[in-house]
């Protein structure tokens, strides 16, 4: 009997980036116990985002492996703003 290869492990060191071709974002949102931090990853759409919580030397490693961009106060506005309407008005619809 003859046996696959096994890929699991190809891209074990590589970043998100380099392992999807798509750039990843990182918002940071907070702080907790002066010990952590809390931000958003996202990968090739900063809308599509999963909340996570690290140690501040485990971020700055996680986003140095990664090759993340952080996204600017402004990028982080429009963002909420565009949640908020999906959440509480009518998506497409400016006022």
């Known amino acids: 009997m003859t ?5 699991r492990n190809a ?3 590589a970043s998100a980036a380099q392992v999807t ?3 990843c ?3 940071v949102t907070g702080t907790r116990d002066t010990r952590f931090i809390e931000f958003e990853f996202a990968i090739g759409d900063p809308d599509l985002a999963v909340e996570l919580v690290m140690q501040f030397h485990q ?3 996680f986003c140095a ?7 600017t106060t402004e990028e982080g506005a429009r ?8 959440r509480y008005g009518a998506p497409g619809i400016d006022h």
């Open 3 to 7: 046996s696959l290869p096994d890929h």
């Open 11 to 13: 891209n074990a060191g």
């Open 21 to 23: 071709g798509q750039p």
């Open 25 to 27: 974002f990182v918002r």
């Open 59 to 61: 971020f700055r490693e």
């Open 65 to 71: 492996r990664h090759e993340v961009r952080h996204l």
């Open 79 to 86: 963002l909420d703003y565009e949640r908020m309407k999906w």
